[in-house]
């Protein structure tokens, strides 16, 4: 957390994504841990502005009880509602097999209506990420996702590279990948977040960019929700490999450190801001 801290005040930034804390996430940490990084935050003037969640996400497969996400999503409110968290990034549950992919339609719909209905009480929103669930199947699946659910307590993060990972599971195998841009366009008017990453397919590899130098259409994305206004939040994703082009620097935590940095400036360039 240390250095994340660290990495978002040089890029001049206010706030984080939390995610991975010491060890384990923001709605099981014990109550020390919780307020210690409630003090770290304050020391930094640095805030949380979304929760990612292991909510429904690719370690809770749609066959298996749903009682942890519930479980979760529960323990991670009155945190949240502590400091001042708005969203918690959730997934939609993956489908083991895809040839019974449509067969868990129903099913997946009546567990978002449940965590959106407890995010509704709490007072906090569910922003459904384009990831690891059915709803991920296509933009068409994400659509029907938010028709079904109908809660004001869920919403969309669009993820920019995870379309150019993805099978489009619609007709029959074997399956073609995403177009980002089209998921995109298809469901712009529910995105309330926005995570930035990039890549492309070689052959059977995925391969990390940083943003804008992959097929995840990051440039005309960006330039697309802020001539339309947007005012939600960016969070930046490299997944990249540990590679850096200084080669004076040793440690593998200095070289993450310098490509997370990096990969927030090419980011802001692309978002119109200019470093020196």
Same mark, same amino acid.
């Given at each position: 957390?240390?250095?994340?801290?660290?990495?978002?005040?040089?890029?001049?930034?206010?706030?984080?994504?939390?995610?991975?804390?010491?060890? #384990?996430?923001?709605?099981?940490?014990?109550?020390?841990?919780?307020?210690?990084? /409630?003090?770290?935050?304050?020391?930094?003037?640095?805030?949380?502005? /979304?929760?990612?969640?292991?909510?429904?996400?690719?370690?809770?497969?749609?066959?298996?009880?749903?009682?942890?996400?519930?479980?979760?999503?529960?323990?991670?409110?009155?945190?949240?509602?502590?400091?001042?968290?708005?969203?918690?990034?959730?997934?939609?549950?993956?489908?083991?097999?895809?040839?019974?992919?449509?067969?868990?339609?129903?099913?997946?719909?009546?567990?978002?209506?449940?965590?959106?209905?407890?995010?509704?009480?709490?007072?906090?929103?569910?922003?459904?990420?384009? /990831? #690891?669930?059915?709803?991920?199947?296509?933009?068409?699946?994400?659509?029907?996702?938010?028709?079904?659910?109908?809660?004001?307590?869920?919403?969309?993060?669009?993820?920019? @590279?995870?379309?150019?990972?993805?099978?489009?599971?619609? @007709?029959?195998?074997?399956?073609?990948?995403?177009? #980002?841009?089209?998921?995109?366009?298809?469901?712009?008017?529910?995105?309330?977040?926005?995570?930035? +990453?990039?890549?492309?397919?070689?052959?059977?590899?995925?391969?990390?960019?940083?943003?804008?130098?992959?097929?995840?259409?990051?440039?005309?994305?960006?330039?697309?929700?802020? +001539?339309?206004?947007?005012?939600? @939040?960016?969070?930046?994703?490299?997944?990249?490999?540990?590679?850096?082009?200084?080669?004076?620097?040793?440690?593998?935590?200095?070289?993450?450190?310098?490509?997370?940095?990096?990969?927030?400036?090419?980011?802001?360039?692309? /978002? @119109?801001?200019?470093?020196?």
């Amino acid at each position: 957390m240390d250095i994340q801290i660290k990495a978002t005040k040089e890029l001049g930034w206010n706030f984080i994504e939390t995610r991975a804390l010491m060890g #384990s996430n923001l709605a099981f940490i014990s109550d020390a841990d919780f307020d210690l990084v /409630c003090r770290k935050l304050d020391e930094a003037q640095v805030r949380f502005n /979304c929760f990612g969640s292991g909510v429904g996400n690719w370690a809770t497969s749609i066959t298996e009880s749903p009682e942890k996400s519930y479980d979760e999503i529960r323990r991670a409110i009155p945190r949240m509602q502590k400091l001042g968290i708005e969203f918690i990034r959730i997934m939609s549950f993956p489908v083991p097999d895809v040839r019974k992919y449509e067969s868990f339609a129903e099913e997946a719909f009546k567990r978002l209506k449940t965590i959106a209905k407890i995010a509704e009480d709490g007072g906090v929103v569910c922003v459904l990420e384009n /990831c #690891s669930g059915w709803a991920a199947g296509s933009y068409e699946h994400t659509l029907r996702t938010l028709e079904a659910v109908d809660s004001p307590a869920l919403k969309l993060v669009f993820d920019t @590279g995870n379309p150019v990972f993805h099978d489009d599971i619609r @007709g029959e195998p074997p399956f073609k990948k995403q177009n #980002s841009l089209e998921f995109y366009n298809a469901v712009k008017e529910h995105i309330v977040y926005v995570h930035i +990453k990039d890549g492309y397919m070689d052959g059977e590899k995925e391969v990390f960019t940083f943003p804008g130098e992959g097929d995840g259409c990051v440039k005309e994305i960006v330039a697309d929700l802020l +001539k339309n206004g947007y005012d939600g @939040g960016f969070s930046i994703e490299p997944h990249m490999a540990v590679v850096f082009h200084d080669k004076s620097i040793q440690s593998e935590d200095e070289i993450r450190y310098n490509n997370y940095v990096e990969y927030g400036r090419k980011f802001m360039k692309i /978002c @119109g801001y200019e470093y020196s």
